[in-house]
């Protein structure tokens, strides 16, 4: 039986942060500083810890790719959830020249454009919705749903609003939501 070495095969997937899950980019704003790359995430996390070393939930909480493993947990949710409602795979992400990135675009029938950011932590900040309100200004009179996605604390009390027409939502939630139809 031939054994892969697991240890140059961690080390040749740590250099890839992420597998392919979603590829497009969504061209909200008619202009040349729309940046049209796409982002690659991880569509198995588990797989993604196991080649970063990642064994434990306190070492996870402790990586520096926390972030990128949380958004990509993120975008595997919201396709699983397409799919099983029978609906097209359609995820977007979104960054310009000038350094504005929103981790999500949404479309959804009937609810117009969710513009979505993935925020590992437990504690939600105003900060946090900045990229969400700048890219929303940009936007001609388009339906847009803003959304703040993170973490659950089993402590402090769920955040509902985090700026003005920004939503905090936990994770949990947020799931619930997209089978939901809103």
Known sequence: ???PNTTTSKRRWKDRQ????ISDTLLTRNTSATVPTPKVYWGD???ACYLLGITSEAELQRSPFLGQLYEGFVATEILKSQVNQGGRKELYYFRDHQGLEVD???PRPNAGLWLIECKAGKTVRPAMAAPLLALRRTMEKRSTRLIVVYGKSRSAQATRAVARGVEAIELERFVASLT???
């Open 104 to 106: 999500f675009l949404l």
């Open 180 to 182: 939901a139809g809103r």
């Open 1 to 3: 039986m031939v054994r």
């Open 45 to 47: 996390s588990g797989l």
């Open 18 to 21: 992420h597998t392919p899950a």
